[in-house]
Structures are given as structure tokens and as C-alpha cells.
């Protein structure tokens, strides 16, 4: 980045920390090799009740719904049961069906009855994880766990949305975290335990 002078230009440190530069080198990256992977880029920063929405990828009837989230040297850990199946290929995933019967709009929401939610077959498969450890403090992603959330809410609120146009009468979305930390996986192993009456831990 050239600078004509320090005080009307931001820094690149501060650029960094925005996060929008690792966004725009995914974006680039999807452009670029399009021909290859056939993930075609629907749409950029699009809008949706609580924010944005980073990327829109469609391939057929697929629509990945991606947020990216740069990090600094992290560590995103996964925590794994021992005896867990380690090729999971369940996902529940949400689908838009336009032949679904058109129903009168609520005077209350402006949304339809099209959006269903279902489990389907991923490829390939990988572990499942209900916990991640991730560093606090450390950069933007405070919580993991608040973007999934959003994320979710982002596609049924895209899903939705009358005015979105689809490609086709089924179409799935696949909510999508792109992360430049390491992802690893820690397996521990499960306990098990039995009530104990109170009397007998002393408790009255």
C-alpha cells in the first residue's frame, strides 16, 4: 500500500484488522478458478436482517451462504468423542421448494412457506463436533458460537426472502465459515455416571 502521507491515510495494521482483506482474497481466489471447482459467485456483502452476508456461491442447485473470518495464528480446536464416528456424512440443511403451494402473507411477516429443513448426505465426510475451543481475545472471531448463529439465521432469512430469485424450484443452502486458522481435532474419552441418592452425599 503507498501512502501520500500519515494522517489522511489508514494504516495497513489497521486494514488488516478489518478482516476484509482475507474476504477479498477468497473472493479472488473463487473468481479466478471458477472453471475448475464450477462454484459460481452470486453475490458479495448481501444484505439481510441483522448485517451482511460475505459471499454467495451457487453451483446447480446449491448455494453455499459463506462468512469469512481471517485469524491471527489461531488454533480452532474441535473436541471429538474417542468412540465417535469420524466419517459422518449427516447434515441438516435447509431448502427452498418453489413448487410448494403459495399461501397468503401474514399481515405480521413478509415471509413464505417454501423453506424446509432436512438431513442430506455430504461428501466427503469428516468428524462432528458440538464443542470448539477457540482463543479469547485474540482477533475478530470472539465467538464461534455467535457466528454459526448468525450465520444460520442469515440463511433462513435469505432462504426466505420473496424477492430472492433462485435458480431453480429446489434449491439448497449450505451455511459455509471460510477460516484461515488451523483446524484440529482432540479426542477425549466418555464417562459414565449414576445418580446417588442426596442422603447419602450429606445433603438434607
Not at 466419517?87 to 405480521?108: F, H, I, Q, V, Y
Not at 479469547?136 to 426466505?160: F, M, N, Q, R
Request: proline fraction near 6%.
Amino acid at each position: 500500500m503507498e501512502t501520500s502521507s500519515k494522517s489522511d491515510t489508514p494504516s495497513i495494521s489497521q486494514v488488516n484488522k478489518s478482516g476484509f482483506p482475507f474476504q477479498l482474497a477468497v473472493e479472488h481466489t473463487v473468481r479466478v478458478s471458477e472453471n475448475q471447482h464450477k462454484w459460481y459467485l452470486r453475490a458479495t456483502e448481501f444484505p439481510w436482517e441483522k448485517g451482511f452476508v460475505d459471499l454467495l456461491l451457487t453451483r446447480g442447485p446449491v448455494t453455499l451462504v459463506a462468512e469469512c473470518k481471517r485469524a491471527l495464528d489461531e488454533q480452532w480446536i474441535f473436541l471429538v468423542p474417542e468412540d465417535a464416528d469420524t466419517k459422518e456424512k449427516r447434515a441438516r440443511l435447509e431448502w427452498w421448494n418453489g413448487r410448494a403451494p403459495d399461501l397468503p402473507l401474514m399481515e405480521s411477516t413478509i415471509f413464505t412457506d417454501r423453506v424446509f429443513c432436512d438431513d442430506f448426505q455430504v461428501l466427503p465426510p469428516s468428524s462432528e463436533s458440538e464443542y470448539c475451543v477457540v482463543p479469547k481475545g485474540k482477533s475478530a472471531v470472539t465467538s464461534l458460537e455467535t457466528v454459526c448463529h448468525d450465520l444460520l439465521a442469515a440463511v433462513h432469512y435469505i432462504a426466505d426472502l420473496p424477492d430472492v430469485e433462485h435458480t431453480s424450484d429446489f434449491e439448497v443452502l449450505v451455511p459455509l465459515v471460510v477460516t484461515n486458522a488451523e483446524l484440529t481435532t482432540c479426542k477425549f474419552k466418555r464417562w459414565s455416571y449414576h445418580a446417588v441418592p442426596s442422603h447419602q452425599m450429606g445433603l438434607r
